[in-house]
């Protein structure tokens, strides 16, 4: 129950929720269970980011196996993909709720293999957008992975808040040249 906890806190609100305290009470146990179970925030730390990569990549999967196999205009797959990779949810706020701290677990040698360990099920699940949406030719799903990630951190410097629907529209871009 903490585990999940600590991986809806992270998802939700970032690394600054992923606290003892908040995590005992979102679990709804005796705060000294967290520092008994975990004794240092590291290994807080550590076992949110690994519940929420699984909560991130399990989402990813079904909603790409949930997607009705019809062609999509480059748009609509860009949007299908920034939602699937992000997934159980997003919102305008990505890049500073998840994007953010996803970049800083790479940065993290502890976190760094747990980010790595999650990323073929998030490809696969793109891929599965990709082939159900009518892209099956684009072949380099990592790049269209990366493409997304640097296309939200741009999207986040509009200054309309619009990340979203920029960074949709640069993947579609993206996208385009594959034809």
């Not at 705060?31 to 076992?47: D, K, N, R």
């Not at 993290?108 to 099956?136: C, E, F, K, N, Y």
């Amino acid at each position: 129950a903490m585990a999940e906890a600590a991986a809806h806190l992270l998802i939700e609100e970032g690394f600054g929720a992923v606290t003892h305290r908040q995590v005992a009470r979102a679990a709804g146990v005796p705060q000294g269970s967290a520092s008994y179970y975990f004794p240092t925030s590291a290994s807080l730390v550590s076992t949110a980011v690994e519940a929420a990569e699984d909560v991130r990549a399990t989402a990813a999967q079904e909603r790409a196996d949930a997607l009705s196999r019809e062609p999509r205009s480059s748009a609509a797959t860009a949007r299908e993909l920034i939602e699937t990779l992000y997934a159980p949810h997003v919102d305008d706020t990505v890049v500073d709720v998840r994007l953010d701290p996803m970049l800083t677990a790479m940065r993290d040698p502890a976190l760094r293999p747990i980010m790595r360990a999650s990323r073929p099920r998030l490809l696969a699940a793109a891929q599965t957008v990709l082939d159900a949406s009518g892209h099956a030719h684009v072949s380099d799903v990592d790049l269209v992975a990366h493409v997304v990630d640097a296309a939200l951190l741009s999207a986040a410097a509009a200054e309309d808040g619009r990340v979203l629907d920029h960074a949709t529209e640069t993947v579609a871009r993206f996208l385009d040249h594959w034809h």
